[in-house]
């Protein structure tokens, strides 16, 4: 158990659809990361979110968006759900301080399947 | 195109034989981090390297980072039915790509299963 929750752990939904992911990180960390997971493009770097504020993004569609909570607390916000956007969404945490190597710790991530 | 290519994609072996796993790039990382994921599982961190040329061993499993930082090795001995998993490699914080610490960019993985 790396301490990272995440839920739902399972959704189904319908195209052009909206849901939200979300995720709470390990006590004491205040970084978040968000990873996309498919068959097609493996483990994809989303967004990063550092005691609230955007610290870096990457291949990130605009239909989708993130935030970080004053509880440092995090959803993932995916809308007009496509069919390729299926896949496997993970939350990381970190302590993160900008100056050293980073550990990140996993989440058991969200099984996104749109039909 | 990946950042980061991983091989072999798929590796199949006896029990008892050993493997090696690459992880290469034309990037410089300001570390290598080697993950082992399990089905419908999120990715475990299983070593972190930094220094060039640095090898650090976790039992069974030797992690080498190359020389000049842009690759790294999974060496496994002895292999046994419990390493069956998706080995995943990510380079963090690339200085070509004005990255930040922090965010890691992963290869494809190499999907080991070891046979009984």
């Known amino acids: 158990d790396s301490g990272v929750t995440q839920t739902p752990k399972h959704l189904i939904t319908a195209t052009g659809q909206r849901v939200t992911l979300r995720c709470s990180p390990r006590?004491?960390?205040?970084?978040v990361y968000w990873y996309q997971q498919s068959l097609d493009q493996g483990l994809q770097f989303l967004i990063h979110?550092?005691?609230?504020?955007?610290?870096a993004k990457g291949n990130i569609l605009e239909r989708f968006s993130a935030q970080q909570f004053p509880d440092l607390h995090s959803e993932l916000n995916l809308s007009s759900l496509e069919l390729g956007d299926s896949a496997l969404y993970f939350c990381?945490?970190?302590?993160?301080?900008?100056?050293?190597?980073?550990?990140?710790?996993f989440g058991p991530g969200t099984r996104l399947t749109v039909l | 195109t990946q950042l980061l290519e991983q091989s072999p994609q798929f590796l199949s072996i006896q029990e008892g034989e050993n493997l090696t796993v690459y992880c290469n790039s034309s990037?410089?990382?300001?570390?290598l981090q080697w993950y082992r994921q399990e089905p419908g599982e999120g990715p475990v961190l299983l070593v972190t390297?930094?220094?060039?040329?640095e090898v650090k061993k976790l039992k069974r499993l030797t992690f080498q980072f190359g020389d000049a930082r842009k690759d790294s090795s999974l060496h496994i001995t002895a292999a046994q039915t419990g390493d069956t998993g998706l080995y995943l490699c990510?380079?963090?914080?690339?200085?070509?790509?004005?990255?930040?610490?922090?965010?890691?960019?992963f290869g494809r993985g190499t999907q080991l299963t070891v046979w009984p």
């Open positions: 990381a945490s970190s302590v993160w301080t900008g100056y050293n190597t980073d550990t990140q710790y």
């Open positions: 006590s004491g960390d205040l970084s």
């Open positions: 979110y550092y005691n609230g504020e955007e610290r």
């Open positions: 990037s410089v990382f300001s570390s």
């Open positions: 390297v930094v220094t060039g040329g």
């Open positions: 990510a380079g963090e914080g690339p200085r070509d790509r004005g990255s930040t610490l922090g965010r890691l960019y």
